[in-house]
């Protein structure tokens, strides 16, 4: 059973970048064909999905937020990573990760993903 964790600081500065790294156990991140995707909830908003990276290192990002974020890999330590430059307070939400077989769905319903981390709070502010 693949079981995923998410870790980081839980307040970030405005301005600063935020950083999350998720941990993979049961299954190998370069597992052909498998998907390691990012996904937030500001409060009281839907899901909304941010990008990916796939088993081969391929990355897509969310075109809204392509320009302030980055996904990598540890393939060493089985993990991928997420940072996300210059927040603000609009930035603060649960961060998810979540990972699928196959590909073809790049959104936030979770019914699509067939495993999830139990999520984070990250909070931006001074």
């Known amino acids: 059973q693949v079981q995923l964790q998410e870790s980081g600081p839980g307040l970030v500065k405005p301005s600063q970048t935020l950083s999350l790294t998720c941990t993979v156990s049961?299954?190998?991140?370069?597992?052909?064909?498998?998907?390691w995707h990012w996904i937030r909830q500001p409060p009281g908003k839907g899901l909304e999905w941010m990008g990916v990276?796939?088993?081969?290192?391929?990355?897509y990002y969310s075109p809204s937020l392509e320009v302030r974020t980055s996904i990598s890999r540890d393939t060493s330590k089985n993990q991928f990573s997420l940072q996300l430059i210059s927040v603000t307070p609009e930035d603060t939400a649960v961060y998810y990760c979540?990972?699928?077989?196959?590909?073809?769905?790049?959104?936030?319903?979770?019914?699509?993903?067939?495993?999830w981390g139990q999520g984070t709070q990250v909070t931006v502010s001074s």
């Open positions: 979540a990972a699928d077989s196959g590909g073809t769905y790049y959104g936030p319903d979770m019914r699509e993903y067939e495993y």
């Open positions: 049961g299954g190998s991140i370069t597992t052909k064909y498998y998907y």
């Open positions: 990276i796939a088993y081969d290192g391929t990355t």
